[in-house]
């Protein structure tokens, strides 16, 4: 801290101000004049960053909240009509979603970068338990405002994190009802969640005021760990520091617009794209990555309440991190061994997080208990006996000799990047030998929508829309879709006069007239598909028991494991087309005779490509059932793509939209970065 | 070394600042858009907001009926001989918002006043057939309307507002 700001406005009104309320100079003095340690590196730009991740968490969350419904039978049904009708509404929803992973992505980074460089060391305990909590705090936000969607994984998910509570003996059940409101999650449950998911970022931001008040008084930490003993040692915050963090959050936007344009679900699980449905649980239940290690630490212990212990303790356990690693270097730059098991604890972070995306057997729970002991072992073990007999290499004596001697080895520590790519290399062949195990994968079709210039191909909506309405319209619903949204743009391109005309043709309920009574009335392009049957019980009396699933967001709500190394390869090639590539399978994938070995229950039909095998659903489609205008093949694969193409578009109605937007903001976006590093470079020009 | 690279191309480095500057702050203002733009009505309450269409011929001489439009209550009102007469005698002269009252209804169909029942002072919703004027009374700051909906006495600065509409019809119109 510089001590009291001399900082004096030039203008006779303001210095009438200041001498009122020196809020001006209180800016000047913490962001402006504020000496900033000058050997920082890119990794201290994270604190930027989460505070414009917060800033931009809490606006897009204000202005969904505008138009989001906190009601049982309403809140996924708002969501999605957010998406489709608000103006850019699919834009602050995708904010808003992949916001919440970045802004984890971003706070792992800077924790890691704490216990890199030993930020939490005296004097700046405070700083980093009031990180913890602001840490504690976002995974509380996290958590609720995933179940506010309201599709399974946000209700299971609620089930399960607040059954966590049921584990404490005696007071748990009782905990446990006064999180719900009731005997099991549901609307009460819904609306406090709504509620705290509003409140508690405010309470972040709280934080995190405090968090740098602390570190203004402590001071900035540095890849050195040494501290600042004289003016040499510091550049001014701004423009410096200023100008390298704007870099620093210009590049994660890159990051950040990629997941917005091209790969919004890429980090969503499909099974949230199916509303809530508390009769049925998803076969998979998995939180959001950014807990997966916890998750997984949770079910690698076979006590229920040691599990939730061991959970809860995890992360507690980093409170006492300033205690419990007494070295008096700070940065591992200059701990020869703490660097190394640095690199071994990121790995075991890493691995548990894998773990807690598979399904919890054989080899995954051993796995999972030995890295939760590996876990606890770094912080309880590790650290304190390293404390004792590691001897440190010499720190410079300031940070301007640092500077100048450019000491810091740049090499990529060796140990660890061996222990990566060896685990790395074991988990790729052991997925590529289950890969090999699952042949009942879809295979992947060639879709005109993917990647980033892809475009629905406008024949195949409107082929697709007479295949749903000849055939799946008599017993699938499709209930997101209006009439009008077949004229929007980037949809299947008909008129509005077609659109009209067509929604003539179907009655719909309406009333009640003056009498009282419900009447029917020719359609208009307001109204939605009606559904085929009238209510749920209705659809299953009719279907043997089956309830044919909604197919408006079928396409996004199926999916099937990618399994490693695929889904890294597939944030970069943008591959989104699971779903596509499943409707699409199990439109083809019957057969008469089920293979030898299989039997398959009455009332059931044997399809190679569901989960199971035995679907309730006949085989829809067959060759020549459907006659297209356009000369198209009457053949059941060409069937199979139209319709798929059009549930695409039904599922991802703006998705052209999104795609030329991202276009244009990754070029400027580009554009800026460049800029911004040049202007880094001359402001650095004198630093360095 | 350091004023050396700065003074040397002072053009080339204001250049930078400038257009990096103004690159910061048009992309700035330009993400700023769509949460302007999200506040306007959406596609569907867009959609809801199309023609509707009123059947007429049970609404007897001197009755009326509120019909909702985009939301707004309109006022269909079946006038009579009398209150037709009253409305198209009154000297332009004597009104506040002169208007005629052939240009507030539809030709040929002089019986019918078709008006957006929401008082011009501040937006609450006039009770028809009261008053001093045989047209409509505003019970909040106390707005009176003459039987075309005209500005007499009150606070209001303006006549009740005539929707679009046309008649499909006699006995039908369309609104909107
Ligand atoms: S609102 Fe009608 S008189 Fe004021």
Redesign the pocket.
Known sequence: MSGPSDYKPSHPALQWFERRLPILSLVHSSFVAYPTPRNLNYWWTFGAILSVMLGIQILTGVVLAMHYTPNADLAFRSVELIVRDVNFGWLLRNMHAVGASMFFFAVYVHMFRGLYYGSYKEPREVLWILGVIIYLLMMATGFMGYVLPWGQMSFWGATVITNLFSAFPYVGDTIVTLLWGGYSVGNPTLNRFFSLHYLLPFLIAGVVVLHVWALHVAGQNNPDGIEVKTDKDTVPFTPHATIKDMFGVAVFLLLYAWFIFYMPNYLGDADNYIPANPAQTPAHIVPEWYYLPFYAMLRSIPNKLAGVLVMFSSILILVFLPWLDSAKTRSCKYRPLAKQFFWIFVVVCILLGYLGSQPPEGIYVIAGRILTACYFAYFLIVLPLLSVIERPRATPNSIADAVLAKTGSKSIPMVPTVIAIMIGGGLLIGSAQNARAEEDTPPAQKWSFSGPFGKYDRGALQRGLKIYKEVCSNCHSLNYIAFRNLADPGGPGYSEAQVAALASEYKIKDGPNDQGEMFERPGRPADYFPAPFANEQAARAANGGGLPPDLSLIAKARSYERGFPYFIFDFFTQFQEQGPNYVSAILQGFEDKPPAGVTIPDGSYYNKYFPGHAIKMPKPLSDGQVTFDDGSPATLAQYAHDVTTFLMWAAEPKMEARKQLGFQVFVILIIFVFLMYFTKKKVWADAH | MTTATSDDHPTRRDFLFVATGAAATVGGLASLWPFVSQMNPDASTIAAGAPIEVDLSPIADGQDIKVFWRGKPIYIMHRTKKQVEEAQQVPLSDLKDPATDQSRVKEGHDQWLVVIGI?T????I?IAHEGNYDGFF?P????QYDSSGRIRQ???PLNLAVPPYAFLSDTKIQIG
């Open positions: 008082c002072h501040l937006g609450c006039p505003c909040c700051h106390g707005s009150g606070p209001a």
